[in-house]
């Protein structure tokens, strides 16, 4: 599942590890230096379904500046195209601003995703099916860099916050040189 070390910083860890009914989702508690960050799903994929993985999340780790380093760890885990859910139930901030119509990279969680190097996002307020959980944020990796720099043009139009759409100006000034 995942586990490894981000430097000196974080140590990861998943405890409890689980089979589903669907052989290919596994499910555990994911830890950070000991530290309780939420249960996890992990789906490695199937034919042409791409691995996901969803955290029912504890934001801790942005009060220690690890946030952007978590995900960026499972940006690193999944192929192209993968998908990352993180709900923000436990996230008033994050969920205040998405109330108030902000995008989903205008808030903490949505930037430390998009920090991580997440390009895509979609905001499940509302989970489809009453299956799925409770609302969180889907941050895609992109295919490749094209996919890349099309979709941070796309949320650079989203975006409301200067500090946001800053950096999303040089990542893509970045990728053009």
Same mark, same amino acid.
């Given at each position: 599942?995942?586990?490894?070390?981000?430097? @000196? *910083?974080? /140590?990861?860890?998943?405890?409890?590890? *689980?089979?589903?009914?669907?052989?290919?989702?596994?499910?555990?508690?994911?830890? /950070?230096?000991?530290? !309780?960050?939420?249960?996890?799903?992990?789906?490695?994929?199937?034919?042409?379904?791409? $691995? %996901?993985?969803?955290?029912?999340?504890? $934001? %801790?780790?942005?009060?220690?500046?690890?946030?952007?380093?978590?995900? @960026?760890?499972?940006? &690193?885990?999944? $192929?192209?195209?993968? !998908?990352?859910?993180?709900?923000?139930?436990?996230?008033?901030?994050?969920?205040?601003?998405?109330?108030?119509?902000?995008? =989903?990279?205008?808030? =903490?969680?949505?930037?430390?995703?998009?920090?991580?190097?997440?390009? %895509?996002? !979609? &905001? %499940?307020?509302?989970?489809?099916?009453? &299956?799925?959980?409770? =609302?969180?944020?889907?941050? @895609? *990796? $992109?295919? &490749?860099?094209?996919?890349?720099?099309?979709?941070?043009?796309?949320?650079?139009?989203?975006?409301?916050?200067?500090?946001? *759409?800053?950096?999303?100006?040089?990542?893509?000034?970045?990728? !053009?040189?």
């Amino acid at each position: 599942m995942l586990s490894g070390k981000v430097g @000196n *910083k974080l /140590v990861i860890e998943s405890i409890d590890v *689980k089979d589903t009914q669907i052989k290919e989702l596994k499910t555990f508690i994911l830890y /950070v230096n000991g530290r !309780k960050v939420g249960r996890t799903f992990y789906f490695t994929g199937r034919e042409y379904y791409l $691995p %996901w993985i969803e955290i029912d999340y504890d $934001p %801790w780790l942005r009060e220690i500046d690890g946030e952007v380093d978590l995900f @960026n760890f499972i940006y &690193n885990v999944l $192929p192209p195209g993968g !998908k990352l859910f993180v709900t923000y139930i436990r996230d008033k901030e994050t969920a205040d601003m998405l109330y108030q119509g902000f995008s =989903p990279a205008d808030t =903490p969680l949505g930037f430390s995703l998009l920090k991580a190097g997440f390009t %895509w996002f !979609k &905001n %499940w307020y509302f989970p489809e099916g009453g &299956n799925e959980g409770a =609302p969180k944020i889907q941050a @895609n *990796k $992109p295919l &490749n860099d094209t996919d890349m720099i099309r979709q941070l043009r796309e949320l650079l139009d989203e975006v409301k916050r200067n500090e946001v *759409k800053a950096f999303i100006e040089s990542k893509i000034a970045k990728r !053009k040189s």
